[in-house]
């Protein structure tokens, strides 16, 4: 049988577990990257490589170890190196004397023979295609439901009156719909998480809006921006984050099928500052920024991984592009620390600044509550 | 009279500062933090108890740097404060029309761009120790130069042999590779400092608007060599403030003095005598798994932090 693993990325593992396992499969977990994840990925790593690759060559020996026979992991095209990492992880796991089967699944659009060979190898179990469709439904509606209660989160924690009541809403939200069975209980769950972020009680203010980009598994992953959105969050900061695994799938997946360039409003934003592709999500940053300034944003932060080129490219544009649109600039090189008080420093720092700056502008403009806009 | 009281616990040095009511610098402490935070606090607070003639009227206390929390909890702070912010409060006060702050200390360095008395824009070293005192401090000592003379050497020199500064290792080698061509030390200490000033502008203040005036504080605002080599290279003056080795800790002693507090949570200048100890411990409520730290106060917890949850939060109240 099949014992499948793939990278640990935020909570979507629930649905990939749900749908692997509906597809005839056993699932090995991965773990939540801890710092023993990030040992092993040090370790065996070749120096220069950025850090999603470390953190994601980790999980791959911690489930490997753990028995896993299959591991799935998304390619990609274009010139961020990232494109190639499974070959590389591949050659590194298969010298370290680990015997498996590493699947990538390459876009559809410019591999879609490839792509459907590599799912059939997934498919494990009778199934017919009304299966298939209540399968693929409920996973990604799992997957699109896990995105909202976390963007409820981000919203809803700068203005919680007792610190953790949002942190503790969004764990019981995640657990509920892990333990959902099928499509029809979604719904009903949805309202009650919905409800959970209602309950909480909340302060009637104007926070500092914050808009995050960047590279993708910074981005998605938690464990490897050193929580910044809940960080953010308790500074009482309103978060949002240009990137949510289900729009990403939508645009980079389903649009590619197509032949459709994904997001292509953030592409046509950047236009102006950043005509040509550079990889990986350079030019999403920058349209993202513009978007987040358009939207009424305070501020921009770009969180990279140390050494990522398509983000360095973006660095070098983005304070430009924030001056133009008068918004804060911060940008976040993240690698293997774990100690968060730089970073916290920073955060406090840049919130200050974008106090300050907003109090100077007062007497223009009256932003509308956000409070009653959530209501 | 009221006296506020600064403390900035970084990671090579601790500062004090008491501040009267006009806002002078009374007393000023500068001790190694060597790695004990708890100690050096202590310490920086019996040194101050014993210049103590007055019985200062501490009405407030504000607590900056990297340590700032856990100094916060141990002095008894009613403000915390992030030392960029507590850098730029201090310089403002100094020199009303600061545009721009340059500030190297031991393990990092640091720009603020300031416009009408408003941060505007900062930024902080993230990935290299080049450039920052740490890095002199050795270097110094490597050479056998006190690190007072290090500066001046510098300035002696009429002819700057060039070092790498993009990284303190390239910096390093190729100082020694120098050194043993017979390049007189004058000169490779004035190159050292032209090549950190040249890394400074090109990585921490990069895409920035250096507009006069220019504050440069710090510990490494000592060094003459390190001033030459920015005026050199900024082609304006740069002002060094007069107390440029504590400014992080008069930017928060000025911060408490602001907040205006009705009753200081200051826990005296006994609090030498009392035992502080901290301890962790891997909280297993979850798959977080946080590093949980209890401080402790004569074995009893009086603050605790690291949990992502809250649960294990107790005395919310204890610190701003």
Same mark, same amino acid.
């Given at each position: 049988m099949r014992k499948v693993a793939f990278p640990y990325m935020g909570k979507s593992y629930i649905a990939f577990k749900n749908l692997l396992t509906a597809f005839g499969n056993e699932v090995v977990l991965p773990p939540k990257p801890t710092e023993e994840t990030i040992s092993y990925g040090t370790k065996y790593a070749p120096e220069f490589a950025c850090y999603p690759f470390k953190i994601v060559l980790g999980t791959f020996v911690q489930v490997l170890e753990a028995g896993a026979n299959t591991l799935v992991s998304s390619g990609g095209v274009g010139p961020c190196r990232a494109g190639l990492y499974t070959t590389l992880q591949e050659k590194i796991l298969k010298d370290l004397g680990y015997e498996f089967e590493m699947i990538t699944l390459e876009p559809p659009g410019r591999h879609f023979k490839d792509l459907m060979q590599n799912i059939k190898k997934l498919v494990n179990a009778p199934l017919t295609f009304r299966d298939y469709v209540r399968i693929i439904r409920f996973a990604w509606r799992q997957l699109v439901l896990l995105d909202k209660v976390e963007q409820l989160s981000h919203k809803v924690r700068s203005l919680? %009156?007792?610190?953790?009541a949002a942190t503790r809403a969004y764990k019981e939200c995640v657990e509920m719909i892990a333990a959902a069975e099928k499509y029809e209980d979604l719904r009903e769950i949805e309202r009650e998480c919905e409800l959970l972020y209602d309950k909480i009680e909340k302060k009637d203010f104007d926070p500092i809006k914050i808009g995050i980009v960047g590279e993708i598994y910074v981005l998605l992953e938690p464990a490897s921006n050193l929580e910044i959105e809940e960080m953010l969050g308790d500074l009482g900061v309103y978060v949002e984050r240009s990137m949510f695994l289900s729009d990403y799938t939508i645009s980079n997946a389903v649009m590619d099928l197509f032949h459709m360039a994904g997001e292509r409003d953030v592409k046509k934003t950047a236009s102006p500052y950043f005509k040509e592709m550079c990889g990986g999500h350079g030019r999403e940053s920058v349209g993202n920024a513009i978007l987040f300034a358009k939207m009424g944003f305070d501020g921009v932060i770009q969180l990279s991984p140390f050494t990522c080129i398509p983000e360095i490219v973006a660095k070098s544009i983005l304070p430009k592009v924030c001056r133009d649109h008068g918004i804060g600039f911060l940008t976040i090189s993240l690698d293997e620390q774990t100690g968060k008080e730089g970073l916290r420093t920073r955060l406090e720092a840049f919130v200050d600044l974008l106090t300050s700056k907003r109090r100077k502008a007062k007497s223009f403009t009256v932003k509308p509550q956000m409070a009653k806009e959530m209501a | 009279m009221a006296y506020y009281m600064g403390v900035d616990v970084g990671s090579v040095s601790t500062n004090f500062v008491l501040i009267d009511e006009s806002e002078n610098v009374i007393e000023s402490i500068y001790i190694r933090t060597q790695g004990n935070p708890i100690r050096a606090v202590q310490e920086g607070i019996k040194m101050l108890a014993s210049r103590n003639e007055n019985n200062w009227d501490v009405r407030g206390v504000g607590a900056t740097g990297s340590g700032r929390n856990l100094a916060g909890v141990i002095v008894g702070a009613d403000v915390i404060k992030n030392e960029i912010t507590a850098h730029a409060v201090a310089s403002l006060r100094e020199v009303p029309d600061v545009q721009t702050v340059i500030e190297i200390g031991g393990q990092d360095s640091k720009i603020i761009v300031l416009r009408d008395g408003v941060v505007t824009d900062f930024a902080m070293n993230t990935v290299c120790a080049a450039g920052t005192g740490s890095f002199l401090d050795q270097q110094a000592n490597r050479l056998n130069i006190p690190i007072e003379e290090f500066g001046n050497y510098a300035l002696r020199s009429k002819n700057p042999v060039r070092i790498a500064g993009r990284c303190a290792v390239f910096a390093e080698s190729d100082m020694v590779h120098k050194q043993q061509l017979g390049h007189r030390p004058e000169d490779i200490i004035r190159g050292l400092c032209e090549a950190l000033v040249r890394n400074y502008l090109n990585n921490i203040a990069k895409g920035k608007e250096i507009r006069p005036r220019v504050v440069f504080q710090g510990g490494v605002a000592a060094n003459a060599g390190m001033k030459a080599a920015f005026e050199n290279a900024l082609g304006q003056e740069i002002y060094i403030p007069k107390h440029y080795d504590v400014m992080g800790a008069i930017g928060a002693a000025l911060l408490a003095k602001d907040?205006? %507090?009705?009753?200081?949570?200051f826990k005296g200048f006994g609090l030498s005598e009392i035992n502080f100890t901290a301890d962790s411990f891997e909280c297993s409520g979850c798959p977080n798994h946080c590093e949980v730290v209890n401080i402790k106060m004569e074995g009893k917890v009086i603050a605790r932090w690291g949990d992502r949850c809250n649960k294990w939060k107790v005395l919310d109240d204890t610190v701003a």
């Open positions: 919680e %009156v007792k610190k953790g | 907040a205006q %507090v009705s009753k200081t949570r």
